[in-house]
């Protein structure tokens, strides 16, 4: 078998799905704020990555797919989405009801919709992709300086959005 | 990378939004399928439309999207094409500085020796309904000069998503050789098609093609194609083929004060010295008419060259029956869940339908569920298979 041959069966599309695809919808929902429209969004995303499958699987595919997602999402929004953010009151009794849980993601996941698109970007791809500053700065096509810049305000806002309440305990024991 | 307390907190915060995530879709993989053949039929009527104003004369002028070409004698160092720039400011500088970038990832050698020195551009553009960006370039860095040309979907480098996200990571497909010398007076060419047509039976494939800008006309021929012809645009002509069942060749027409008003004879469409170029997307295979669907079928496929299929939620064991057509300088050989290289059952390719029998149903060659079929062809033979459990 040559090496072509052997990049080409390591990951048949079908496979790839099926492995990365939980993983990539959870990116497509910190972007969407919403399940069926993360996934309308990594199906898109998987259906313009898999006609030149066989090229891409040579390369990094996981980081192809991510980055058509990040586009996709990138032009929905500007195209039809850019009014929708999720208006309603922020929940006032965080933690002192049953629901207390599901309160705190509901902030989370508010306050990240309230973010404009840059800085949800760049949340999403340094603080849950884990990547560096520098990565972060090349899927988006800015300065590493702007990267840090937009993360520190995004930061600031999530402060004062109250959202971040709650998960430093969890954090500092290593939880997630 | 260390993070802050506070950084810590978001990262926890955003795991802690997708715990909701719900389980993962049975139709995910169906639902990918449908999208790509929707967007595919969107593209076919483009490319149904232009292939009816094709038909309408022998010669057709291009579709370049050329509006300010500089002039054929711009200064170009003397190592370089004499031919004109057709960047036409239809992609901007960022986009097409990335196909340099993806160069060197592709195939630049480590630190300052890979590093372009300098980029002469013969082409960057959008193409093939606007689907594509086109690209052609030569380039020096200490390890000598290129040629290369290549091509991207517009989607995937649009705005800010070209970049790479890892090394070798890009949604170029680029071919590179080592750049002719100046007199070089040929064609520099592409194969490609419009993107999401890849897998329908109406795709076509289309060229790029550039040469010297004195030659006014290049016409193309191959296997499966009426053939046809551009007037071009200093050197320059983007076509809709049709469907080739091999080879596509250009001829360049030259000046008729030059050399006699004669031609350079018939040249392989693609970059001179990579003979990957050189493939066009050939004609789909017919239909496998007798084959039995439903539940014992792994899955009908239809491509050309090398290819692996799976499906991950068949199930059965034991024997198969392998119904398969192909043309193209074949056979091919059909391997069910293995890898090894003399493993599968041998099919002729003279385009009719073949039905014989296959290897066992086994382990899945890469681990999990379901099963596996490989197809074993050159890049110039297309095939139609289906694996049928008995």
Known sequence: ?176 | MTFTDEEQALHAALADVTLGQPPMPVDRMAGVRRRHARRRAVQSVGAAVLAVVVAAGVFVSTNVVGRSVTPAGRSVPSWALPWPDHRDGSVSQQILDGAVIAWRQFYGGPGNAGRPTKVIWYAGQRAVNDSEVVVVFELESAEGRRLVAGYADATNVDGSAQVHVAPGSSPWVLYDAPAPPPSYRGVVGLNLTASGSIDSASYDNWIVVLTHPTAPQISWSGAGLNGGGAATDKGLIVADVGQPTGQVYATVVDHPEQRGGGTNGQLPVGVPGNNKSRVPHLRQVGPLRGAPVGLRSLGEVASQGESVDSNLSFRGHGATTIYARCYGPGPIRVAVDTDKSDAGTVVPCDDRLHVLAGGQLGPNQFGGKGHSFAVHASDYTAWRVDVVAH
């Open chain 1, 1 to 176: 078998m040559t090496d072509h041959d052997a990049a080409h069966v390591v990951v048949p599309f079908a496979d790839f799905v099926v492995a990365r695809g939980q993983a990539l919808q959870r990116t497509a929902y910190l972007f969407t704020g919403d399940w069926l429209l993360a996934e309308d969004l990594l199906q898109t995303a998987l259906a313009r990555a898999y006609p030149r499958w066989d090229r891409i699987v040579r390369d990094d595919p996981e980081a192809y797919v991510r980055r058509v997602i990040v586009n996709t999402w990138s032009s929905w929004w500007r195209r039809k989405w850019r009014g929708e953010t999720p208006t309603g009151q922020l929940p006032d009794r965080v933690g002192s009801d049953p629901y207390a849980e599901a309160d705190r993601r509901d902030a989370v996941r508010r306050a990240l919709a309230r973010l404009p698109l840059r800085q949800r970007a760049v949340v999403v791809l340094r603080f849950h992709e884990d990547m560096s500053e520098t990565q972060v700065a090349a899927i988006l096509g800015i300065s590493v300086g702007t990267v840090k810049s937009q993360a520190s305000k995004a930061l600031a806002k999530l402060r004062a959005d109250d959202a971040l309440t709650g998960y430093g305990a969890a954090a500092a024991a290593g939880g997630e």
